[in-house]
């Protein structure tokens, strides 16, 4: 069931723009290996409310008025449904994922097939070791159109590079330490086209001197915001998808100016990820 909060907005008025997602049922979701902390092979999973909660989020989406396209799942990649790893578009030039373990390897080239199937993108094909989305994210008004690149466990630094003479974006390398975040999506977020929100503590000091000076509005989050997976999260301007864990975050987030839309995925979670995991934004 979906949980819309109403909340009363701050005088600072927020406007949601209408965003392009992809996304990947988890029809064959289970935890058969583990490549990240929060994974548990020895933990049952139930498939079908996977498929379930994935669906109430689908729908959260285009009942907020976004265009949502579905990848064909594929047996044998059960972390398919982590749509967000498979690549990274801005401006219609989709920088082609690299996964660094072999388990997820062959779900870079479902997602290559969908960009190359569809005129609007234009496929790059990457050399270097990259996650997409799950270490990248884009601010087309911050400092002029910027993207953040998060590496330490997943993504190599020179993919950050790789990625800038793709796009002809800057690209911010930010070094994460802490494995619990392995992934950018779960340690920063982007909270509309010029600010984010983000986990101090998942960054190395350098890191966060980088992030503070560039952003010194972000909405900070603490150990236990990120550990509830609330920075995995989905925000069109406005109204931020969020995981029904997150709730003290959501706070925070309504204190800033946002209206959190608060969705289950706790299944989804035993493979590490949450709503942003699920969902690749595709920028045209």
Known sequence: MLIVTERDLTPTARRPRPRTYLMCAPE???VE???N???DTTAPVDTALAVKQWDVLRQTMVDLGHTV???????????MVFAANG???????AYGAKFRYPQRADEAAAHRAFYESRDEYSFVAPTQINEGEGDFAYLPDAHGGI???GYGFRTEPAAHAEAAEALGRPVISLKLVDPRFYHLDVALTVLDDENIAYYPGAFSEASQKVIAQLFPNAVIADEADALA???NLVSDGRNVVINTEST????????????????DLAELKKGGGSVKCCIAELRD
């Open 69 to 79: 396209h579905v990848l064909t799942p594929q047996a044998g990649l059960p972390d």
């Open 37 to 39: 902390p929060w994974m």
């Open 248 to 263: 003290a975050f959501a706070d925070k987030l309504t204190a800033a100016g946002y209206h959190p839309v608060l969705v």
């Open 229 to 231: 997976f609330a920075l």
């Open 33 to 35: 290996y583990a490549i």
């Open 87 to 93: 690549g990274f578009v801005v401006d219609g030039v």
């Open 28 to 30: 064959h979701f289970v």
């Open 147 to 149: 993207a953040l690149a």
